[in-house]
């Protein structure tokens, strides 16, 4: 069975950050092969490394999201000028699929994990 101690603070313990080599260093003295694979329930995996990759069947959440705040514009196909200002005319909250498609000209606040109404 391969359980891992967590790794001190290294950067704690001196005055400043480590070197990149030295953070290599680090790391490859807490590394080892896996020499033993055991079939355990999740909630007894704590502190445990995978043996092998693990593939959901569903993608989660079931729409296309957006990664972090933002806001969706609709342009209608033509350009803006550089510096142009577009009204928002609603917001879409985090995990909201019911999103506001923002009419012509205008846009529509993203908040982070959104799913924007794409039209």
Known sequence: MNVHSPITDLCAEGPGLITIEEACAAAAAYAMPISAVDEVPVSEAVG?????????RLAMPLFDQSAMD?????LGGGMMPAGARLPVEGRVAA????????????GTHLHGRAAPRLG
């Open 48 to 56: 445990r490394t995978l043996a092998e990759e693990i593939v959901a």
């Open 70 to 74: 933002g806001y969706a514009v609709a």
């Open 95 to 106: 995990g909201d699929t019911a999103g506001v498609l923002p009419g012509r000209g205008r």
